[in-house]
Each structure stands twice: as C-alpha cells, then as structure tokens.
C-alpha cells in the first residue's frame, strides 16, 4: 500500500509511514501520531485477523515497562491496523550466541516479570523467539502478540515450531511453562558462554515433560538470583551427598550430564532418559539427524516408558523409512496394553489391521499417528483406505479443520486423486502461513501433471513460489515450474 494512501487513514491521525519490517502474517510500519506528536509501530494485517485482535485486546490487560504500550487498533478497506509504542532497538537475533550471563539474567528477568502478569490474566504468549525481543542496549522488549491465547483455549496454534514447548505442538492445553520452554530455549540461542546457574536454569526449563520444569515462576526467579558461589557450594554438597549415599556409576552419570558430557552419560549408564533428554530439548525434533544420534545412543532401550512414548509420538511427524524402523524398535521395549495395539499395526500393513487401529484409537495422538501411517503405505494401499481414511477425517472431533486439509492434500497427493485436489487447493488457497506455501503450489503442479494443461495451474505455482525462496524444497520446485512455464506457454 503506497504512503500516500496510508497517510490518510484514520482520520489522518497518522502520517509519514515507513516499512520497517514484514513477517508471514502482516507488515510493520513506522509512522507519526499527530494527536500526542511521537513514534508509532504499526502492525496491518488482513481482515478478519481474529487472532492479532485477540492478541492486542488481551495484551492491553498487561502493564510492564518490557511490554509495548497497544494504543489504537482500527480497520481499513481489507486491513486491520494496530498501533503500538515505537521501539528503537534491534532483534535478539542480530545478538545470537553473543549476550553475556549479566544479560541474559536481565532477559529472563523482564520476561519472567511479563509472564507473572499473563499467568495472572490465565493467558499465554506461545511465541517467544528471538525475532520477538527487541533489545535496545539497555532494555528488552517483547513484541508481536498474534499468538496470545487465554488457558483452556482451543483456537488453532500460531509460533514458531523451532521454539514451541512439546505439549504445545501436539495441541495440549499450555499453561506458563509452555511459555518458560520457549523462553528458554531463546535465551540459549542468545547467550554466549554461559555460567553454571544459567545452564542448570536453561536445562531445567527445557525438559520435555512440564512437571519436570520450575514448580512456578517464583522459583524460576529464584534460581535467577543465586550468586555463583553459593550455587557451587550447593554443587559441592550435593556431589558429597552422592558420594557417600549413591554407586560411583550414578555420581559420575550427574557430573558428566552436569558439564554437558552425554556422550559419556550413555557409556555410563545408556537406560538413564537424563541424556537422551538433554540432548533432544537443544535439537530439532523435526531434524533426521537429531534421531539418528539418538539411535546410534540405543534410545530405545531407556528405562522409562513415558519418555519412550513421547518420542515415539513425535518419530510421527517424520514419515520416512527411518523414522518408522526406530518407531517399531520403540514399540517392542514397551509392554503396556496400548504398545500390543501399535506392535500388531507396525507387524503387517493389512487394511483390516489398520481398520481395527482405527476403531481402538480415542486421543488426539493416537489419532494423529493412524492418519500419518496411513498415508506412509503403498500408493495401492492407501488408495483402498482412501473411502475410511475420509470418513475418518470428517468425524475426528480432535483435530482442526485445517490439520483434517492438510492430511487430506497429502492423501490427495499420494494417489493423484484430481477432484480431491481442487477441493482442497480451493479450501487452502486462503491461508497465507508460508508453512502452507510449498503443498498449495505442489498441488498446482500434480493437477498440471495429470493433464490439466491449459487451465494455468502452472501460473499459480509460481506466484506461489515467486516470494519463498529460503526454502531447499520452493526452490527445487520453483526451478520446475518455470522451466515447464518455458515449455508449454501462457496458458499453462
């Protein structure tokens, strides 16, 4: 949108806009408020922008020097516009790997003070990230509020996946812990060399199970405030305490888990979870090479089943070879009722095996691991499911109605089925997350693919494409599709 028509909205209130900046749901301003003649950020995104409205409505409760004031919030032909305090400053990501401990124990602090203020208000901000924080020197800021969202709430999950908590992405109900994982992994992504009370407060923060996390957010200052010393006099204690009460083998597991050594935690001791649970909190789950190290440490041999069922349940979110050969060697050191269920799924791949998993299935992650079994079988096979795998779909009151399209596109996919497709192409087109951008312009391409030569599904991969080329994947295909553009013409 030019200045010139910007400068006239709201009465004209707001004049000289200047683009600062532009993230996958709006854009960011910096303008003039001529009734107070000060610095302004706004925010437009497009209508209805349920969740940046919620956000403001809800953030305007909280009252902490660290959180931008929300002062105007109005709404324009297609856009809706928020208004904030301007802040001059930079991202934490521009200070990645480069924050001393004295800094980040000031992050934690002014951030800790926020979420004290939001748990009171029953809410959570879901979205803590580097790109989130403005430091300006002296002071941090949090920023961008489209993801807040009350307790109890089941709207659909906005944030980034790289530093969501384990329960928020599987679609629990979150509470401040959620909000203390995400936090915790931004500041080690910000910190430099870290002392040992930072890197206890990180690990801690950062387990995947939230009940193994502070018992409140009290406590997580608390630990904050510990000088050094005293915290390694408590050390000092604790690893006498362990010398004289415990084996050798348990006092030198802790010290080694203690210095970051889990290579040897799993010489010592590879049944312990301790390691394997250190070391998947700093890692991508998403990554393959994440579990591969995994594998290579035995993890399926860790004594403790809780832990083995949580990353059995996030192995199904990769869907590869590996991903479900490491699922079955899980499934066989767990003996509870509900692994014979999964272990006579994983033996054979018959569509009457699969119809009784489905039938046994009642949570949402049981639910979640049927859909994406199904859609790692054969092409044949899942072709014959295909009838169930809909009706499936269309009853499952556990999940969104977008994450029912997105199996449902990735089924349409498999088995090339075109009506499907346009369906789906036509349900998701609306959606601007960039996460949506590659499967819509994939989509394009198959119906293309199938025969639909002139009715310019080409053109709309590449628009698609056009904008998001960070990713290995939109470039591959955006290659594609401009070199076939090339070959067939405008009306491809």
């Known amino acids: 949108m030019p ?14 806009w200047q683009k600062i900046g532009e993230g996958a749901y709006g854009i960011v301003y910096k303008a003039i408020d001529s009734y107070e003649n000060r610095e302004v950020a706004i925010k437009k ?71 004290a203020e939001m748990d009171r208000h029953q ?19 949090l920023i961008d509020f489209g993801a807040v969202m009350p307790y109890q709430s089941i709207q659909p999950r906005f944030g980034s996946r790289a530093f969501a908590s384990p329960e928020y992405l599987a679609g629990e109900n979150v509470d401040w812990r959620s909000d203390l994982y995400s936090l915790a992994k931004t500041a080690q992504a910000a910190a430099g060399k870290q002392d040992f009370i930072l890197r206890f407060w990180i690990r801690k923060s950062l387990r995947q199970n939230p009940d193994q996390r502070f018992k409140s957010i009290e406590k997580a200052k ?35 888990l203690y210095d970051g ?30 579990w591969i190290t995994l594998w290579q440490w035995q993890l399926p041999g860790v004594r403790d089943s809780t832990f083995l069922w949580q990353c059995f349940y996030q192995l199904s979110l990769l869907s590869d070879d590996f991903s479900w ?26 569509i009457s095996k699969v119809k009784a998993f489905a039938s046994w299935a009642r949570n949402r992650e049981d639910r979640i691991f049927l859909y994406r079994y199904c859609l790692f079988q054969s ?47 036509a349900k998701m087109l609306p959606l601007t997350n960039e996460d949506y951008v590659y499967l819509k312009a994939k ?19 590449e628009k698609l494409l056009r904008e998001y080329q960070e990713d290995a994947q939109c470039q591959d295909l955006y290659a594609y599709v401009t070199e076939k553009i090339k070959q067939w013409g405008s009306n491809s």
């Open 3 to 16: 200045d010139t028509a910007l400068s006239i909205m709201n009465s004209g209130r707001y004049y000289h």
């Open 261 to 290: 050594n889990l290579e040897l935690c799993i010489q010592i001791d590879a049944g312990r979870k301790e390691a394997f649970e250190a070391y998947l909190s700093s890692h991508d789950p998403l990554q393959y090479s994440t």
């Open 45 to 115: 995104v497009h209508l209805p922008a349920l969740a940046e409205k919620q956000g403001a409505a809800l953030m305007q409760k909280i009252h902490h020097p660290s959180c931008p004031k929300i002062i105007d919030c109005f709404e324009n032909d297609d856009f809706c516009f928020i208004v904030m305090q301007y802040l001059n400053g930079n991202s934490l990501r521009c200070f990645q790997g480069k924050l001393s401990s004295h800094l980040i124990r000031k992050l934690l602090k002014d951030m800790l003070a926020i979420m």
């Open 222 to 256: 608390h630990v904050l405030r510990l000088r050094v010393c005293v915290c390694f006099f408590i050390l000092f204690a604790i690893l006498c305490l362990l010398a004289c009460y415990q084996p050798l083998q348990g006092w030198c597991y802790q010290k080694a």
């Open 379 to 425: 092409t044949d096979t899942l072709s014959g499911l295909m009838p169930d795998f809909r009706t499936w779909l269309a009853e499952d009151g556990l999940l969104s109605e977008e994450e029912k399209d997105l199996f449902l596109a990735h089924g349409a996919l498999k088995v090339m089925d075109e009506s499907m497709l346009k369906e789906i192409y």
């Open 325 to 350: 050969q490491l699922q079955e060697e899980i499934i066989v050191h767990l003996k509870d009722e509900k692994a014979v269920m999964y272990q006579s799924l994983l033996a054979a791949s018959e």
């Open 123 to 141: 809410m959570t901000y879901n979205d803590f990230k580097p790109d989130n924080i403005i430091f300006d020197g002296k002071h941090f800021y």
């Open 443 to 461: 989509m394009a391409c198959t119906l293309f693919e199938t025969g639909h030569y002139q009715e310019g599904w080409l053109h709309q991969a």
